[in-house]
């Protein structure tokens, strides 16, 4: 049977977002499966120099705490396949290997995309004024490897989050969808909500004999 959907919240939802730190470009789709939730995406964009290709897909179960995670694609000539895996106890592993250190994590967070500050925005639900820690299963890049990264998030508006990160020694404002995706995270990530206005091409010059 599939899951409801939450009142007020459209769904599915689809975001495309510009990299401020690089040249790039990402974009994911938010939709409810059977088994809870799923975000499928795509970031494109050039690290070091090298031309970065990365798909990746989220599982989450119906209290939006994250089950799976596939990344694909390349980095440069280095071709990229990883699955994690979290069970009920919350025990995860990467492409097979036991992870201890993220035990108990209830989210994945994808390094190279804001896509994935969704799943605790969405799991917490936190009242305007509150905070509350989130620490995710943190897939790290350019190294993917997994480890625990101690987060806050704190609600400040309906949809405005101060966030926390390494400690409190990273800290932001994001700004955030109906449904939960991040739309203006300052200096890495932004929105794209409308195409921009088209540059008019410049006239021909004319070739009109002069009498």
């Given amino acids: 049977m599939r899951c409801s959907q939450p009142a007020g919240v459209p ?15 990402d974009s ?28 990746y897909s989220v599982h989450a179960d119906d209290r939006w705490r994250t089950t799976s995670a596939r990344v694909t694609g390349w980095l440069g000539t280095q071709q990229i396949a ?3 895996l979290a069970d009920a106890d919350c025990r995860w592993s990467l492409n097979g290997t036991p992870v201890p250190e993220v035990t108990g994590c209830l989210d994945v967070d994808l390094a190279f995309t804001p896509a994935t500050n969704l799943l605790p925005i969405r799991r917490l639900e936190l009242p305007i004024g509150s905070s509350q820690p989130a620490a995710a299963a943190w897939l790290t890049f350019p190294e993917l490897s997994l480890r625990r990264l101690d987060q806050a998030y704190g609600r400040r508006g309906a949809l405005e989050y101060a966030y926390e990160s390494l400690g409190g020694s990273f800290r932001t404002t ?12 300052p200096g890495l990530w932004a929105i794209l909500d409308e195409p921009p206005e088209p540059t008019a091409a410049p006239s021909p010059p004319s070739w009109r004999a002069v009498e």
């Fill in 174 to 185: 994001l700004q955030v969808s109906p449904a939960g995706f991040v739309t203006d995270y």
């Fill in 82 to 84: 990883l699955h994690l």
């Fill in 28 to 55: 994911a789709l938010l939709r409810a499966v059977r088994e809870g939730w799923r975000i499928d995406g795509v970031a494109v964009f050039s690290h070091e120099g090298r031309p970065c290709c990365l798909r």
């Fill in 11 to 25: 769904e599915p939802a689809a975001v495309v977002w510009r990299r401020l730190d690089l040249p790039g470009h």
